[in-house]
């Protein structure tokens, strides 16, 4: 059992975080207002998330103007989709 835990990462312990990394592992991009629609979260609390991830290097953003709008789009690092496929692996072997 032991063995299993150690490959949980506590960056996804979170369900925002769990959340966010589920949507860009499977988009190559989405923005602020898309990720925010999907987990149905605040502004703040999103964005203290997304730092969060940030810090770790499992998501990079991108700055734009659409329309003279600022636009965030997010994606997960190759380092990000590892880590997070690691994750749900120990999560499905603990499901066994």
């Given at each position: 059992m032991k063995e299993l835990l150690k490959d949980l990462n506590?960056?996804?312990?979170?369900k925002i975080?769990?959340?966010i990394m589920s949507a860009l592992v499977v988009n190559d991009h989405l923005d602020?207002?898309?990720l925010k629609d999907l987990l149905g979260v605040t502004d703040?609390?999103?964005a203290s998330?997304?730092?969060t991830l940030e810090?770790?290097?499992y998501i990079r953003y991108?700055?734009?103007f659409l329309d003279r709008k600022p636009n965030t789009k997010y994606s997960a690092t190759e380092e990000g989709i590892e880590a997070f496929e690691k994750h749900i692996r120990a999560i499905e072997q603990l499901l066994k």
């Open positions: 506590k960056a996804f312990e979170n975080r769990l959340g602020f207002t898309a703040g609390n999103l998330h997304l730092k810090k770790y290097r991108t700055k734009e």
